[in-house]
């Protein structure tokens, strides 16, 4: 499985910002796709999960301004984030797998957040 993120840039606090990502390859080998960030000197954690049904799980921190969504026809997810903090500055990944979504690794997208 090969994927491919994009829509990472340089936005000011409170902007918004869309990543999507592209699966190719053995999608049937996949259920769940999601969103890692790795901000500098911090420990990667997962953002939000979205599961082949829709239902959706996210880090405490991004709730209320970060949705994920997918569709499966273009086998892609995205990632809508809203009222950006400087907090929200890292790498972020596209992730996906069967069980957990930590089984292929994207590139990631650089998401920084300034003014």
């Known amino acids: 499985v090969q994927l491919q993120a994009s829509g990472g840039g340089l936005v000011q606090p409170g902007g918004s910002l869309r990543l999507s990502c592209a699966a190719s390859?053995?999608?049937?080998?996949?259920?769940?796709m999601g969103w890692y960030r790795q901000a500098p000197g911090k420990q990667r954690e997962l953002v939000a999960a979205?599961?082949?049904?829709?239902?959706?799980e996210y880090v405490t921190s991004v709730k209320g301004r970060f949705t994920i969504s997918r569709d499966n026809a273009k086998k892609s997810v995205y990632l809508q984030m809203n009222s950006l903090k400087p907090e929200d500055t890292a790498v972020y990944y596209c992730?996906?797998?069967?069980?957990?979504?930590?089984?292929?690794w994207g590139q990631g997208t650089k998401v920084t957040v300034s003014s």
């Open positions: 979205i599961t082949s049904g829709g239902s959706a």
């Open positions: 390859g053995s999608i049937s080998s996949i259920n769940v």
């Open positions: 992730t996906a797998g069967l069980i957990q979504p930590d089984q292929y």
